[in-house]
């Protein structure tokens, strides 16, 4: 499977790079120290509104941190892209009489037009629907499955499609969304699939140590099982 995975395009070999980080540590630091790769990549937008100048902010903001590792000779790798799953985006489709992927087609074309109108250098636009990524994202999700990193439980919760986000009950003003106040709070109770994060906790902790660059993005993680 790594083979395959290390001769394939290049979301498999950031998959690649996420095994050796999951399970030989060793190897990965080996790969990291060698080489003279950089490698960034902004959010991936959901593709149910138009491109906005918050948006513009970040993209334009990680294009000069591309530049500047360009401009240190190193091979850089810029990744922009479109996250085409989500059910607000199969809603908005709906709204707008058009079947999900065509809505998605449409508004992909509109963020990869960011490139000239931004005059952005990124190397690689990846869509979620994109074949190459389907069978990346599944080999990953394969990967930690075999290992036990991902497991079943059952849970409720409160969500926000507006958001695409949960929401806690402390997050709710009268038991609406303050930034969505006209659209009804949904809550869910499903058996669903979680990643076990907290099994990295010492791992990644290691790695910030390593790696200074990356210690600010520390305080988003939580470890809780
Ligand atoms: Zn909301």
Redesign the pocket.
Known sequence: MVKQLQGGKLPGAYAYGFYHFIIDEAQYDKIAIMSKNFYITTTLPYVNAEPHIGFALEIVQADVIARYHKGLGEKVVFNFGTDEHGQKIYQKALEENKDPQTYCDEYAKKFDALKVALNLSYTHFIRTTDPHHIVAAQEFWKLCYKNGFIYKKNYKQKY????E?E?SDSELVDGK????PS?EIQTFEEENYFFKLSEFQNKLLKFYDKNICHRRFAGFFNFEA
């Open positions: 926000c499609v507006g958001c986000l929401k969304c303050p930034i969505h659209s």
